[in-house]
């Protein structure tokens, strides 16, 4: 059964002038993340911000909006198919399990000006 789902969308120039501000991007996202939206060159901006819209969707999936844990708590890697996925740590894992866990969906897109993100949860349902 689905207990959440949350949807983000960010403007891509927003990022832009993040590129160069290794400081900020610090604050919001995981040094392999950092990396890998790096190493997009000419797609990094539009790489950070849909992990940024990732974070804020799943705060709105929580259905409590980013409170209680930070941003950093949140990382965004794809898997070994290339398909988007989210870890948690920190306060982030422990308000999740502490709603009832369950399965983290996400879906990314991005175009010229925005990118997009959706996370579903998905609670585990035991027979």
């Known amino acids: 059964m ?3 789902i949350g ?3 960010v403007k891509n120039q927003r990022f832009e002038s993040w590129i160069g501000d290794r400081r900020r991007l610090e604050r919001y996202f995981s040094p392999s993340e950092i ?3 790096l190493s997009q060159r000419e797609g990094a901006a539009a790489s950070l911000a849909a992990r940024f819209a990732a974070r804020e969707a799943f705060g709105k999936a929580m259905g409590t909006g980013i409170r ?4 950093l708590d949140i990382r965004v890697h794809r898997d070994d198919a290339g398909k988007p996925a989210i870890e948690l740590s920190g306060a982030a894992l422990e308000r999740f399990e502490q709603m009832g866990g ?3 969906h996400l879906s990314l897109a991005h175009e ?3 990118a997009v ?3 579903v949860i998905e609670e585990v349902v035991v027979h």
């Open 112 to 114: 010229r000006d925005f």
């Open 35 to 37: 990396e890998w939206c």
């Open 117 to 119: 993100a959706m996370v």
């Open 2 to 4: 689905i207990s959440g």
């Open 102 to 104: 369950g399965r983290i």
């Open 68 to 71: 209680g844990f930070a941003l």
């Open 7 to 9: 949807v983000d969308i």
